[in-house]
């Protein structure tokens, strides 16, 4: 899981801080995400493509032509596949603020909707301990390492 500092505050309750690590124990309240589903080998690739979905959903590409706060926190659930070359089955996942009672619905087949649960998370700041580089159009560094 990713958090950033546009993420709402009224969904998250921080429990513990691990501070070397840049991790924190959170609950996230009950709330909409918007999810993107890719079944690959490569996990960049589907990161790539969930990043490049959202951003035009969060930028006004929606039912309603709204622009929205970046859904943050983001989550990515891994489903390995058995085989040591098959595709595996990564869905992610970006929080939507619950200020709206009518959710702006995605202009694509392969962005959805979906009510979940309050969560119990760990979650990393990589994001937002790397959001000046990224506002300055620095490049950064491979975000797809092991937590």
Not at 15 to 31: L, M, R, T
Not at 62 to 79: D, Y
Request: glycine fraction near 4%.
């Amino acid at each position: 899981m990713f958090l950033s500092r546009s993420m709402p505050e009224d969904a998250i309750h921080i429990v513990n801080c691990f501070g070397c690590e840049n991790i924190i124990e959170c609950f996230v309240d009950p709330s909409i995400w918007l999810t993107y589903s890719f079944n690959g080998m490569r996990y960049q690739d589907g990161w790539v493509r969930a990043e490049n979905l959202m951003i035009r959903y969060f930028d006004g590409e929606n039912s309603q032509n709204e622009k929205l706060p970046f859904g943050c926190p983001m989550v990515t659930r891994i489903h390995p596949s058995e085989g040591p070359a098959c595709e595996s089955q990564l869905t992610f996942a970006a929080a939507l603020p619950n200020k709206w009672a009518q959710v702006p619905q995605p202009r694509t087949d392969e962005l959805t909707l979906s009510q979940w649960p309050k969560l119990h998370v760990y979650a990393s700041y990589w994001f937002y301990a790397h959001f000046a580089k990224l506002a300055s159009g620095q490049h950064l560094p491979d975000p797809f390492y092991p937590f």
